[in-house]
């Protein structure tokens, strides 16, 4: 189960981060979907649970524009994304832009982990905690 919040390696001219080794740990292989999430963040799957996650929003009615609206949002801005052998991977620019990325942070959220920028989740943090 990914849990925690870990201020990751980053290096914002190569886009390259490194996953912390908590969260690499519970992935199966060394391949992660990374897509767009909600709140301007990221979700990173592991390829089992994406599978798992996938399977869920297929079954929801066609027919209903709110099922076919999250399978556009999730489905279109998906991509299998390789880890090297430290963990580390590129951050595609668009999604970098999408998530307003400048200094991550890496949080675990049950089934998946999500990338924010570091005062984006500060401000997510205080309306939780609120």
Same mark, same amino acid.
């Not at 390696?9 to 199966?28: C, E, G, Q, T, V």
């Given at each position: 189960?990914?849990?925690?919040?870990?201020?990751?390696?980053?290096?914002?001219?190569?886009?390259?981060?490194?996953?912390?080794?908590?969260?690499?740990?519970?992935?199966?292989?060394? *391949?992660?979907? =990374?897509? !767009?999430? !909600?709140?301007?963040? =990221?979700?990173?799957?592991?390829?089992?649970?994406?599978?798992? +996650?996938?399977?869920?929003?297929?079954? =929801?009615? =066609?027919? *209903?524009?709110?099922?076919?609206?999250?399978?556009? !949002?999730?489905?279109?801005? @998906?991509?299998?994304?390789?880890?090297?052998?430290?963990?580390?991977?590129?951050?595609?620019?668009?999604?970098?832009?999408? @998530?307003?990325? @400048?200094?991550?942070?890496?949080?675990?959220?049950?089934?998946?982990?999500?990338?924010?920028? +570091?005062?984006?989740?500060? *401000? +997510?943090?205080?309306?939780? *905690? @609120?």
């Amino acid at each position: 189960m990914f849990l925690g919040s870990y201020i990751p390696s980053f290096d914002k001219h190569s886009r390259r981060i490194a996953l912390p080794k908590k969260i690499r740990d519970y992935l199966a292989t060394s *391949e992660v979907i =990374l897509s !767009f999430g !909600f709140e301007k963040c =990221l979700f990173g799957f592991d390829t089992k649970t994406w599978q798992k +996650e996938s399977e869920k929003q297929l079954a =929801l009615p =066609l027919t *209903e524009r709110r099922s076919r609206n999250i399978r556009r !949002f999730i489905f279109a801005n @998906a991509t299998v994304i390789k880890l090297d052998d430290q963990g580390r991977f590129v951050i595609p620019g668009n999604y970098l832009e999408y @998530a307003q990325i @400048a200094k991550p942070v890496v949080v675990g959220a049950g089934d998946h982990f999500e990338i924010w920028e +570091e005062a984006n989740w500060g *401000e +997510e943090l205080k309306k939780l *905690e @609120a």
